[in-house]
């Protein structure tokens, strides 16, 4: 029999879903898959589709790690398949560095998370290896920071981010004596995710995986408190204003510690939206708990308003991901919610002024975000990177001092987390916020002053979340195959460019090959198209570059490149048949 038990066809479904429920060590999944079986057997056609899906094939572990639906068989997130990630992990690591290697674990409020940060310690220390599990939850950060802070060789986040709540995930960071150089303390990249998960496809019966059930180090408050310490200390001052702020943990692990760490910096007014405040893995106010996504942020705009604020900040589940919003008497209720690129700028600009003071450094941002940030380290002459979609590019450039990726994720001290943090970033916001207001200016002020200086760059994403993953397969085969547009908002594309042949990272070197597509146009606008890493989505990441006359204010150029950008998506929904 191969491990995990699962199907080579139709007729052996039964037999899969059967070894697997004998091996399975948790009750409720046991549970959930017997009762399907049964219906199966009765001929039930949902069940049998939902056994079907569930053993289709082996959820894959690469350099997002894993991530996948809650519940039994092959094909899902559960104890099976997070022990076997374990053990996988473990030989690996056992192998690069003998017996003794160490592997600190952390994990969200999501269902399960526990139990499978648990687990991983039980299997780390079964392996030889020296297990540090967090006592409670806490935020991916702090996740990333302990493995630093520790040394160790490898850090585990039982996460699934912003994902819906019937999904978790698995995400794996090296550090130690496993790598060298910028790579400390990221999330893994080839080869070491293949190697990861050929180890995991050796493991074999569960029953031959060691799982003490004691002889591991727990962690506590003491690196949370090191953690905020440290957040502080990387915002460089204090606040000089006081602002009125809202904050939103959506439903997450992050909101006592974000708090906390604004309070540190000067920032006593915060106000945070109760509903969303508290860890809840139902996520019940939101639709998904992401703030990117429509309506994510409508309890904290209420607040705002109800309280007068001067700044909303929200932070996802897992709280590695930032959001902003600020009053504008031009929006819909008196609020605005920044791009991630906005924030990226504003983040940038301040972390290249913090670096011009030295004249080294590097920002660096993903390839799907903004260009703005190159046009912002070339005037501070500072050093620009392009990177693939993802932190785990982002975090590894040397010399970094700042980087970002649209999908709000900021690092903004490579030194002790080489990850997105977002409590980090918002203290850093909020110092912003509060010095442009000693000074009589806003971040709106600052945005304006930026495209000013090198033109207005406003992004705007087109996602198509699908059911059928092949939607997206077929959608990026018939752009390669001559389905491009001929041109964006009446402007022609000059330039189609297939990331799978490698884009220049802005020093003359190529970026590994990657499943994407550049579309330029003659009016310098600019759409990149790719699959998601980790949603079943297809993304469109739609940019343009509006000139600001020295006559007329910033707003003017902004609403004419949303109209665009409008115009833009509208051209890709037909092209893309959406």
């Known amino acids: ?12 479904l039964e037999a899969a879903v059967t070894a697997w429920i004998t091996e399975d060590p948790d009750p409720d999944t046991r549970r959930e898959l017997t009762e399907l079986l049964s219906a199966h057997r009765d001929g039930d056609t949902a069940a049998t589709a939902a056994l079907t899906d569930a053993f289709s094939g082996t959820l894959q572990f690469g350099t997002a790690g894993l991530r996948g639906r809650l519940g039994g068989g092959p094909n899902r997130m559960n104890r099976v398949v997070v022990i076997r990630a374990a053990a996988g992990l473990s030989a690996y690591l056992h192998d690069l560095l003998g017996d003794g290697f160490r592997v600190v674990i952390g994990y969200d409020a999501r269902h399960g998370s526990a139990r499978f940060a648990r687990d991983t310690a039980a299997v780390v220390t079964g392996a030889g290896g020296h ?72 493991v074999g019966p569960l029953a031959s995986v060691p799982m003490p059930e004691s002889g591991w180090e727990t962690l506590g408050a003491e690196m949370v408190e ?117 924030v990226g700028s504003l983040l940038g600009e301040q972390a290249a002024e913090l670096a011009a003071f030295t ?8 390839i799907v975000s903004s260009r703005l940030l190159r046009k912002i380290a070339q005037a501070h002459g500072l050093g620009h990177r392009n990177t693939l979609t993802g932190f785990k590019w982002i975090s590894r450039v040397p010399n970094l001092v700042f980087g970002y990726e649209e999908a709000l994720g900021y ?48 992004t705007s994403p087109l996602s198509v979340r699908v059911e059928d993953k092949s939607f997206i397969t077929n959608a990026m085969e018939r752009l390669r195959a001559g389905g491009a547009p001929a041109s964006l908002a009446g402007s022609p594309v000059v330039d189609v460019f297939d990331l799978m042949d490698g884009a220049n990272n802005g020093n003359g070197e190529r970026l590994p090959a990657t499943d ?63």
Request: aromatic share 4%.
């Open 359 to 366: 004249g080294t450094g590097v920002l660096a941002n993903s």
């Open 131 to 202: 297990a540090v599990l967090f006592d409670t939850h806490c935020p991916t950060p702090v996740l990333a920071f302990a493995l630093r802070r520790l040394g160790a060789d490898a850090g585990v986040m039982v996460t699934a981010s912003h994902n819906p709540p019937q999904d978790n995930g698995y995400k794996v960071y090296l550090g130690g004596r496993a790598v060298t150089g910028s790579g400390q303390g990221a999330q893994i990249v080839p080869p070491h995710d293949s190697g990861i998960a050929e180890k995991i496809a050796a």
């Open 411 to 458: 690092c903004v001290d490579p030194a002790a987390v080489r990850d997105k943090d977002g409590i980090s970033a918002s203290v850093r916001l909020a110092v912003l916020a509060s010095t442009l207001k000693q000074q009589g200016r806003t971040l709106d002020d600052l945005l304006d002053r930026l495209a000013r200086e090198h033109g207005l760059y406003a």
């Open 516 to 578: 994407g597509l550049i579309f330029k146009t003659a009016a310098d606008d600019r759409v990149v198209v790719r699959p998601s890493g980790t949603e079943p989505k297809l993304k469109c990441y739609c940019e343009v570059v509006m000139p600001v006359a020295v006559d007329e204010p910033v707003e003017v150029a902004r609403r004419a490149a949303a109209k665009r950008l409008e115009a833009i998506k509208t051209d890709l929904r037909g092209v893309l048949g959406i």
């Open 1 to 12: 029999m191969t491990y995990p038990p699962q199907h080579a066809a139709a007729a052996d």
């Open 226 to 342: 090191e953690y905020v310490r440290r957040a502080v200390k990387a915002a460089r001052t204090q606040a000089v204003a006081p602002l009125k702020i809202v904050l939103t943990a959506m439903h997450g692990v992050g909101g006592q510690i974000c708090r906390e760490a604004l309070h540190r910096a000067g920032f006593d007014d915060v106000v945070v939206v109760s509903e969303q405040f508290d860890p809840d893995p139902e996520f019940p106010t939101v639709a998904f708990p992401n703030p990117e996504e429509p309506g994510a942020l409508d309890l904290a705009f209420a607040r705002a308003r109800e309280v007068g604020a001067d700044l909303i900040i929200a932070n996802d589940p897992d709280a590695d991901r930032c959001s902003a919003a600020v009053p504008d008497e031009h929006a819909r209720g008196g609020w605005r919610q920044l791009t991630g690129d906005e």
